[in-house]
């Protein structure tokens, strides 16, 4: 019985069951959901179609109808950032390569047609050998590959998300200041001009009534200077909600919200046990990625090592068509004389100890920043609650006090009016202070997630190239 009539059959359905096997990435917009929890509890949404795209807006436009609160303002963002819909597209491409690096490289056919003797015709079918054994590997390095560039797309998503509320706290912090600074200039231009009244009918020598003008001048420019960061802020955090033909629509909170008397700390951070360290640092997507660009980088490896002495491999079948029973067969590889594959060794061992280095880097980086970030968090809010319960309510006390001594003509409106104006410091500080407590707990935030960091060397797999007939 001859067992070559069976070779071709049994190939083929070797080719069409390693090729027909699908790669299902997951929900991508749900994974990165989750991943993104410690900034935001919004979920992802990316609208395809243009009745999504439709309902996305329209949500947009009613949530600008009304003063926006911190968790709208990120809503906004994720529906209509761009950049955020950029990224998730990126994932479009990351996925065409994962199915292009799964998928079976493509056989070579080869026909040849003779001019002279019977002018017959011949036709050679080649197709790659290496590629069809090697096939479940390389397609589960290329999903390693897709879940890795997932984590670094989460990464990104979640720098705009925060880069939002930084923005968001700026420019409520920046209205707020500059409600209060004019207010003082009010009270400022009215006191410039009883001193230019009184100093025309000869009741105020010229030093006081220059120096009224000089509190006049300052309070001025200090007017332009808040205008100007309302109007900075304002158009950062414009563009982070992505916000063009709609930007006049933008309602913001009058003030921030008052600082929290209390917050949940530990007593003594660097005795935090063990495990706890642990886990908030494999939560970390930075750390993620890491670990497994190491599992990527061992699975190559065992790769290269079982192909080291095989760079082609590959088979081919050839006939006569005017005659079926002339066929013959071949089978085609590279003698490793040359390069027996130790380079390649070489590289990818050299690859593995550069990303061991790197994963060490990035996890004293994580606990650091960590551990820094939960300092700043403390910090921010120790100094925050002494402004608004120390420093604030001392500088009212004054200018009640005050009050009373010019209700009994003890002082004049000019002592009266230079300590409202000194209460600048007071009121300023106490809103800065609290915008900064608000940017501490968005840094902490953002800290349990890790910013974008090094961009590991090796490149995603190239699929192998198909061996055509004729050799």
């Known amino acids: ?21 699908a790669v299902q990435s997951g929900d991508d917009v749900a994974v990165m959901s989750r991943q993104l929890q410690s900034v935001t509890t919004q979920s992802l949404q990316h609208p395809l179609s243009k009745t999504e795209q439709e309902t996305a ?32 597209w990126s994932l479009g491409i ?8 799964s998928t079976m490289p493509n056989p070579g056919l080869k026909i040849t047609r003779e001019t002279g003797g019977d002018g017959r015709t011949e036709l050679e079918f080649g197709f790659n050998l290496l590629a069809l054994l090697t096939l479940p590997t390389v397609r589960d390095l290329a999903m390693q590959d897709y879940s890795m560039a997932r984590l670094a797309t989460a990464q990104r998503i979640a720098l705009i998300i925060h880069n939002t509320k930084l923005a968001y706290w700026h420019t409520v912090a920046a209205a707020e200041v500059l409600t209060f600074v004019e207010k003082v200039q009010q009270s400022t231009e009215a006191s410039a001009e009883l001193a230019k009244r009184m100093a025309a009918t000869g009741n105020f020598n010229k030093l006081q009534f220059l120096r009224e003008q000089s509190f006049l001048s300052d309070s001025t420019l200090n007017l332009v200077l808040a205008r100007q960061a309302l109007y900075s802020s304002r158009e950062q955090l414009k563009r982070q909600l992505g916000l063009w033909q709609q930007d006049q629509l933008l309602k913001l909170p009058q003030q921030l919200p008052p600082v929290p008397k209390t917050i949940e700390v530990q007593k003594n951070r660097e005795q935090i046990n063990a495990k706890t360290a642990q886990q908030s640092l494999d ?47 071949s089978l085609i590889f590279e003698l490793p004389l040359f ?21 060490t880097s990035i996890g004293i980086q994580a606990r650091s920043e960590l551990q820094q970030s939960f ?60 915008r900064d407590f608000l940017i501490a707990t968005a840094e902490l935030e953002m800290a349990q997630i890790g910013t974008p960091g090094t961009d590991f060397p090796a490149p995603l797999l190239q699929p192998t190239k198909s061996s055509a007939g004729g050799h």
């Open 1 to 21: 019985m001859n067992n070559q009539k069976y070779l071709p059959l049994l190939l083929s359905t070797v080719v069409l069951a390693l090729s027909g096997c």
């Open 57 to 88: 807006a329209a949500r947009v436009r009613d949530l600008l109808q009304q003063p926006l609160t911190l968790k709208q303002a990120v809503e906004i963002a994720i529906l209509n950032n761009p950049d955020i819909q950029a990224e998730l």
């Open 94 to 101: 990351a996925q065409a390569d994962l199915r292009q690096l």
């Open 283 to 329: 939560q970390r997507l930075d750390v993620q990625l890491a670990k497994m660009q190491l599992t990527r980088l061992a699975d190559q490896a065992g790769l290269t090592r079982a192909t080291r002495l095989v760079n082609v491999f590959s088979g081919e079948v050839a006939g006569n068509l005017q005659h079926s029973d002339e066929r013959s067969y």
């Open 339 to 359: 390069d027996a594959g130790q380079h390649r060794l070489k590289r990818g061992e050299a690859q593995y100890q550069q990303a061991v280095a790197q994963a």
């Open 375 to 434: 300092y700043n968090y403390q910090t921010q809010h120790d100094i925050a609650l002494h402004y608004q319960q120390t420093i604030l309510p001392l500088a009212q006390q004054i200018a009640e006090e005050n009050q009373l001594l010019y209700n009994g003509m003890f002082i004049s409106v000019f002592e009266l009016l230079a300590d409202a104006r000194s209460q600048i410091g007071a009121v300023t500080g106490t809103i800065n202070a609290n």
